[in-house]
Structures are given as structure tokens and as C-alpha cells.
Nanobody, 116 residues
Framework: QVQVVESGGGLVQAGGSLRLSCAAS????????MSWHRQVPGKQRELVAR???????NYADSVRDRFTISRDNTENTVYLQMNSLRSDDTAVYYC??????????WGQGTQATVSS
């Protein structure tokens, strides 16, 4: 069973930065797309950023030029560097990985809170 564990959330002031990490482990598998999503109470979970196995990335309009997604294929790890944080970035951030033949797996989420 593939396990996905996020880390790196916390409390930061507006304008500050946070770096989220997500590691997939358990068994032998190949990971294709890795992505970050976020959710606030009462709203649907939304895609923040996605990165393919060859490193091609795309971003939600609201975070483009502030957030950077990257990955380490040797460690099945994906990162989200979040800069110039705003109060509306406050959310629970979830990591999703797609493992070839295994399907999709989600992490448990990590809270990021931006104080104004």
C-alpha cells in the first residue's frame, strides 16, 4: 500500500514563506503526476499546482509567480515552495500522487495559516 505523508505547514505572517514536502513510500511503484491541492471549510478542494514526471509544471492563477512546485524522482517526493503568502492562502494543503498501475493516493493534509 502506498503511503503519502505531507509536512511543512504552520503559521506564518502575510508576506512570508512556507515550504511543504510530501513523500510517497511503501512497495515498488512508479509515480507519474504529483500535485498539491488545498481546501478551506465550506469550499471544494482546488488544485494549486501539478508537476509531471518530466518536470512540466502548471499552477492555479491565484498562485502563479508566488508558488513553485518541484520533485525529486529518486525519493518520490514533491515540494511546494510558497512565497509572498496572503491570508487567502490559508487552507489545508493536500498532496496527491498518481502511481502507475496503482492509481491515486492522497496524504492526510497539512495546515497552512497566514496571519494578516
Amino acid at each position: 500500500q502506498v503511503q503519502v505523508v505531507e509536512s511543512g505547514g504552520g503559521l506564518v505572517q502575510a508576506g512570508g514563506s512556507l515550504r511543504l514536502s510530501c513523500a510517497a513510500s511503501g512497495g515498488t511503484f512508479r509515480v507519474s503526476t504529483m500535485s498539491w491541492h488545498r481546501q478551506v471549510p465550506g469550499k471544494q478542494r482546488e488544485l494549486v499546482a501539478r508537476i509531471s514526471s518530466d518536470g512540466a509544471a502548471n499552477y492555479a492563477d491565484s498562485v502563479r509567480d508566488r508558488f513553485t512546485i518541484s520533485r525529486d524522482n529518486t525519493e518520490n517526493t514533491v515540494y511546494l515552495q510558497m512565497n509572498s503568502l496572503r491570508s487567502d492562502d490559508t487552507a489545508v494543503y493536500y498532496c496527491r500522487i498518481f502511481a502507475i498501475y496503482w492509481g491515486e493516493f492522497w496524504g492526510q493534509g497539512t495546515q497552512a495559516t497566514v496571519s494578516s
